[in-house]
Every structure is written in structure tokens, then in C-alpha cells.
């Protein structure tokens, strides 16, 4: 777990939930709200790496647990609500992260069996678990982030499905702030550019080196030439879940290196 550089405590006797919690985004966000001093629960479907981030966070002297959870599953969903019930009075913060990524292009159909799993996974399932953690999410206010992507503001070849339930979740972020302004829950979106995670060298046959090789790569496509790393989303997210944006709330926060802050032609 990344050490607290910053000393801050911005989240002492509070409870965390972060969808997606076991790798990438979602495990940089899980340690540093962690190391911030909430309770974390890492739901997520890889139990070999949420037990690991879990394992992590605590020999850092914080504090999580772990959860499964299928977003695919309405029932699995659901399950996770009543436990997490059982175990919390309250829930403070819900990070709805989890997500898949498949390629297919619209003109040869290769999109149609993505279709359902991206949607299921990517937006139906972020909304199911936020209405099933509502009312603990009630009890003394809360805030939300929902992982958006720079693919919901841009078009991309191959990746319409994905993209399109970005650009989706900047409208289901508007809609929640405006329903649930009354209970003292803000939410906001976070639209990350690119970001070294697994899902873009897991399945590499040489991990480790494509990490390296994405790390140190020089783009274009971005002001400032460069990938980024899951902790500086993290610091972004976390910012959007604390205090200090106490007046900020359905709005979406672009980390992305100026991506969308560039010029065309």
C-alpha cells in the first residue's frame, strides 16, 4: 500500500465500498482511503487479489476486508447489500469501478456477444448496487464516485459498447446527485485517460515488461506526453469523496493529462 505522503485523516470512522477493489484503479483507491482511515470493503469477483489487497492493506496497519460480488448477477448484487447490512450500520463511501472491456466494430457485428456482459457488468449492475446500498448510504450522508473513461467523451474504433456505457454513467451520475441531494449524498464521476492497469497488460504474455513498456511510454494524445499511474486517479477520487469537495456534486473531474484540454487539427 502506497504510504500516506500526505498525513491526512480525511476518513476516520468511515465505511468504504469499492466495486473493483482487487486490482488497478479500484486497489490504489482501496489503499489510499485506507490509509486515510476508512473501514475498506474490496467487493470484487478475484478472491486470489482481493485477499491480497486485503492482506496489504492490513500489514499497513489498515483496515478491510474482503467481499465477493458478481455485478453480472442481479442475486449476487443483492447478497452483497444484506451483508454488508449485517456487518455496518452505515455505509459513507461507494466506489462503483468494476468493469469490462471487449473489443468488437460495428460494421462486422463483432459487438453483439459484448453486448450483455459489458452492460450487465459495466452499468446495470452499478446502478442495482447502488439502489440495494442506498438506505445504508442514507443513514448519516454519503458520497459517490462512478468510474467514467476519456472513451465516454471520445470516439474510439472497436470500443462503442464500453465507450457508450461511459458516456452513460456521466448521465446516471447527474441523475443520482439530483436524487439523492436530499439524503446528503453527493456523486460525481471521475473520466480517467490512460492509466496503467491490468487490463491493459495482465493478459500480456510478459506482464511485467509490457507494465514497464506502458510506463515509460511517450504518447500524443495527451498535454502532458504521458500514461499515468492507478494512484493518481486514486488521489482524484479521493478528493471527490472527502469534505474538501463538500459543494461539488454531478459533476464529472477529467484526469487525463489534458486529453480532453487538446486541440484537434
Known amino acids: 500500500m502506497s504510504p500516506n505522503l500526505y498525513g491526512m485523516r480525511r476518513f476516520e470512522n468511515k465505511v468504504a465500498l469499492i466495486t473493483g477493489g482487487a486490482s488497478g484503479i479500484g486497489r490504489a483507491t482501496a489503499n489510499r482511503l485506507a490509509a486515510e482511515g476508512a473501514q475498506v470493503i474490496i467487493a470484487d469477483?478475484?478472491?486470489d487479489l482481493a485477499n491480497k489487497a486485503?492482506?496489504?492493506?492490513?500489514?499497513?496497519?489498515?483496515?478491510?476486508?474482503?467481499?465477493?460480488?458478481?455485478?453480472?448477477d442481479d442475486n449476487s448484487v443483492k447478497a452483497l447489500g444484506r451483508a454488508v447490512a449485517e456487518q455496518f450500520p452505515?455505509?459513507?463511501?461507494?466506489?462503483n469501478n468494476a468493469a469490462i472491456l471487449r473489443q468488437g466494430r460495428?460494421?462486422?457485428?463483432?459487438?453483439?456477444?459484448?453486448?450483455?456482459p459489458e452492460t450487465a457488468i459495466g452499468l446495470r449492475g452499478w446502478v442495482l448496487m447502488t439502489q440495494v446500498?442506498?438506505?445504508?448510504?442514507?443513514?448519516?450522508?454519503?458520497?459517490?464516485?462512478?468510474?467514467?473513461?476519456?472513451?465516454?467523451f471520445l470516439g474510439r474504433p472497436g470500443q462503442w459498447v464500453y465507450d457508450a456505457i461511459k458516456a452513460g454513467l456521466v448521465s446516471v451520475t447527474k441523475t443520482m446527485a439530483v436524487e439523492f441531494v436530499d439524503y446528503g449524498i453527493r456523486v460525481n464521476a471521475v473520466a480517467p485517460g490512460w492509466i496503467v492497469t491490468e487490463m491493459h497488460f495482465a493478459k500480456h504474455p510478459?506482464?511485467?515488461?509490457?507494465?514497464?513498456?506502458?510506463?515509460?511510454?511517450?504518447?500524443?494524445?495527451?498535454?502532458?506526453?504521458?500514461?499515468?499511474?492507478?494512484?493518481?486517479?486514486?488521489?482524484?477520487?479521493?478528493?471527490?469523496l472527502s469534505d474538501d469537495a463538500s459543494y461539488i456534486t454531478g459533476t464529472t473531474l477529467h484526469v487525463d493529462g489534458g486529453r480532453m484540454g487538446m486541440s484537434v487539427g
Not at 90 to 95: G, K, P, Q, S, Y
Open 45 to 47: 469477483n478475484n478472491a
Open 54 to 72: 486485503v492482506s496489504e492493506i492490513e500489514g499497513d496497519s489498515g483496515a478491510a476486508i474482503y467481499m465477493e460480488v458478481d455485478l453480472g
Open 90 to 95: 452505515a455505509l459513507h463511501i461507494l466506489v
Open 106 to 116: 460495428i460494421e462486422d457485428g463483432g459487438w453483439l456477444p459484448n453486448w450483455e
Open 133 to 152: 446500498l442506498l438506505p445504508l448510504l442514507k443513514k448519516e450522508g454519503a458520497a459517490i464516485v462512478n468510474l467514467s473513461s476519456e472513451g465516454g
Open 206 to 240: 510478459d506482464p511485467e515488461a509490457r507494465k514497464k513498456e506502458l510506463e515509460e511510454t511517450s504518447i500524443t494524445s495527451c498535454i502532458m506526453k504521458r500514461t499515468a499511474q492507478p494512484e493518481e486517479v486514486a488521489s482524484a477520487i479521493t478528493f471527490l
